[in-house]
């Protein structure tokens, strides 16, 4: 079964943090993804270009669907022709294994987004 396809589990603040082996292993399932610290904590990281806003505009919605479904919710900074998405889990402030899984679906999605550059 492919990270895309896993089952979320719910988000506490006592959920465990993802290892630096487990890490090692799923990020490269996620090669595109940039890991970042930010305020002590890792996120992981991708932009999206898309060839206007309103194809950037299509990629966010489509990802805050994603996201209310899963009941996980990333930073969406959107753009002219760029969509930035952010994974972390605030609630635990650093990487579940909910955000790799989060970030392989973003990844299924904009590979049939529209307006990609
Ligand atoms: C009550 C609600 O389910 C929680 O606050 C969820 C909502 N979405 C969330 N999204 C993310 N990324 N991290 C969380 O800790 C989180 N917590």
């Known amino acids: 079964m492919s ?4 089952q979320c589990e719910a988000c506490r603040a006592d959920a465990p943090h993802v290892s630096e082996a487990e890490l090692a292993e ?5 090669p595109d ?3 970042e610290v930010r305020d002590g ?3 992981l990281e991708r932009v999206f270009l898309f060839k206007n806003f309103r194809h950037a505009l299509a990629f966010t919605n489509a990802i805050g669907a994603i ?3 899963a009941g996980h919710h990333p930073a969406l ?4 022709g760029k969509v930035t998405v ?4 605030h609630e635990m402030k650093g990487l579940h294994r909910n955000d790799f899984i989060l970030a392989a679906r973003t990844d299924v999605a904009a590979a049939s987004a529209e307006g990609r550059k």
């Open 3 to 6: 990270l895309a396809q896993a």
């Open 33 to 35: 993804w940039n890991i």
């Open 77 to 80: 900074l959107t753009e002219w």
């Open 86 to 89: 952010t994974w972390w889990s």
């Open 41 to 43: 904590h890792m996120e």
């Open 26 to 30: 799923l990020i490269r399932e996620i």
């Open 67 to 69: 996201a209310e479904e």
